[in-house]
């Protein structure tokens, strides 16, 4: 007797193969998969708990958002029109410097139902404050049923790259200080609820960190045997500065404090070059490509093609949702094929394949729990989306590839299974109390903007 039998679903693993079995099954015990493959092959030989017909729906790895921003949340639309620096300096980070613990909490929680909801089921949350009170944050990943990895923020100078005011007075820390309470977040959490939640450091971006703070970073990465997630090359002013001020590159900058490797993530990494592309790719950097992000605030295109063919491991994530409004993985898939075929003027490549890998294995790396999730296939713990195509416009479906990376939206996502334990059914996420989040929510919105001084910028007039 198992747990559970999905059955009867167009599936595709992401395995070594690429396998896609157009009536497939999968078994399931104890949260990891037992066996996948054709469904008259597989579901006659267990006896299930739970079954969970398939038929028209799509079987695919979760989805891994590889950076996200679980305070930002409430700042949904809060100006759509303007461009990153700005927007940071006179929305985001004022309106976080004034954050108390349950304005973050009341985000962070909207955020998790979202990703939940549209298909995502890990996460890289990018930096942490100790005003957002991250030991609630933490508790409610765990409570959610989602895998993550959190990240404490470490900084020891209040600049960013060259702009000594940038970053908000309410989110300074100073170095001593953000280091111990990393440790102590990594100490407390990194494994907690059977691995599903692991706990990373974030430095600031390039101007936040001295050198020996970077260093320290690498150094204590390494002994705790967790992951590093920072802000990278997202700029212009990331390469102005790093040149100014130590006649290095972006790349070679993160080389010389010891910040490449399999267990880095770079979210953004849109300016950098040739050689630093090819030095990426010899130490395995992972990069976290933000297109929805990018594209809005006209910041550039990252050189994914390229960092893909040299070897970097190229995963995708939302950033903020107020520099893209959604947490919809499905849109940063599509949005990364449309943008770099007409950037390369290549009607063929990237492919829906591309795509696919990098919402799904290549984000397992990133976590670094491609041993565990990313594919389905026996022995990986049971991280399954549901994708019901019985809709217009997904109809008729030749290619369920082609459909999840062209077609198909988080709303079209049915049923999310995260370590084998069905987190929603049916649409009803079953960990969350979806209308209590959306009513905290809704109305704490107007609290964290009055309380950071800060007005919405509107479209039209509301009457």
Not at 30 to 44: F, K, L, N, T
Not at 193 to 198: F, H, V
Not at 300 to 323: E, H, I, S, T, Y
């Amino acid at each position: 007797m198992i747990d559970t039998l999905i059955k009867n679903a167009m599936t595709i693993t992401v395995d070594d193969r690429r396998r896609v079995f157009m009536d497939g099954a999968i078994a399931i015990h104890e949260g990891r998969i037992v066996e996948v493959g054709p469904a008259d092959a597989v579901a006659g030989r267990y006896e299930a708990a739970t079954v969970i017909d398939g038929g028209g729906m799509i079987a695919m790895p979760g989805m891994v958002n590889c950076h996200f921003h679980l305070p930002q949340v409430l700042m949904r639309g809060v100006n759509d029109n303007t461009d990153a620096m700005h927007k940071l300096k006179h929305y985001i980070w004022p309106i976080q410097g004034h954050y108390d613990e349950e304005d973050a909490l009341i985000s962070a929680r909207l955020g998790l139902l979202e990703m939940i909801k549209s298909g995502t089921t890990a996460f890289i949350s990018t930096g942490l404050h100790p005003r957002y009170g991250i030991d609630a944050i933490a508790e409610a990943i765990i409570d959610s049923g989602m895998r993550a990895a959190i990240s404490k923020y470490v900084m020891d100078i209040s600049a960013y790259a060259l702009d000594a005011s940038a970053i908000h007075k309410g989110l300074w820390e100073t170095g001593a200080e953000s280091m111990q309470q990393a440790r102590a977040l990594i100490e407390k959490w990194h494994g907690a609820a059977n691995g599903r939640l692991q706990a990373w450091f974030s430095p600031r971006s390039v101007g936040g960190c001295s050198v020996e703070l970077l260093r320290e970073v690498s150094r204590l990465a390494a002994e705790y045997g967790v992951g590093i997630t920072a802000h990278w090359a997202e700029v212009q002013n990331n390469v102005d500065y790093t040149l100014e001020k130590y006649n290095m590159l972006p790349a070679a900058f993160a080389e010389s404090v010891g910040l490449l490797g399999p267990n880095v993530t770079f979210a953004h990494g849109i300016y950098f070059t040739d050689g630093e592309i090819d030095l990426l790719g010899q130490t395995r950097t992972n990069i976290c490509h933000c297109p929805v992000c990018n594209t809005k605030l006209a910041m550039g295109v990252a050189r994914v093609p390229q960092l893909l063919a040299k070897g970097a491991n190229v995963c995708l994530g939302n950033d903020g949702v107020p520099v893209n409004n959604t947490a919809d993985m499905f849109r940063e898939m599509r949005t990364a094929l449309l943008i770099h075929r007409n950037n390369d003027m290549n009607p063929e490549y990237p492919t829906a394949a591309e795509a696919i890998e990098m919402a799904t294995i290549n984000g397992a790396k990133a976590l670094m729990v491609a041993d565990r999730v990313g594919s389905l296939e026996a022995g990986k713990q049971a991280d399954i989306i549901l994708i019901d195509t019985r809709k217009p416009h997904l109809y008729p479906v030749y290619d369920p590839v082609s459909i999840v990376a062209w077609a198909a939206n988080g709303s079209d996502v049915d049923s999310v299974l995260i370590d084998g334990a069905v987190v929603m059914r049916d649409r009803t996420v079953l960990t969350m109390d979806e209308a209590k989040v959306l009513g905290e929510a809704q109305a704490r919105s107007h609290k964290i903007l009055d309380q950071a001084g800060v007005k919405p910028n509107l479209v039209w007039p509301l009457l």
